[in-house]
């Protein structure tokens, strides 16, 4: 299965230009977080944000390109992506309990 989820990977790898249009930057993210929470105030519900980390001391961009393109193909339309403060990428899941954020998780642990 592991092979299988690597050759995915490989194709994946989209240009630099089309990963950093799909990730929104650590300003416009944490904007959609906080307008998320006060939605969920609101009306009740919930939400998750999973930090990607890969193993190691960095995030290679090649890594960061794959993950990207990956997430924006596996999660869907109300989801969003970006970069948080400490440099890691993001992904918001709303209206998602917590064991949803685990299989998204799961699926694109790589």
Known sequence: MFAKLKRKLRGWVGPP???AA???GVEPFRAVLEHERARIDRRGGEFCVIRFRFAGEAQPREHQIQLVNMLH????ATDDIGLLEDGLVGALLTDTPLPGAFKVADDVRI
């Open 17 to 19: 230009a089309l990963a």
């Open 22 to 24: 799909r990730l929104r």
């Open 73 to 76: 193909d596996r999660l869907r």
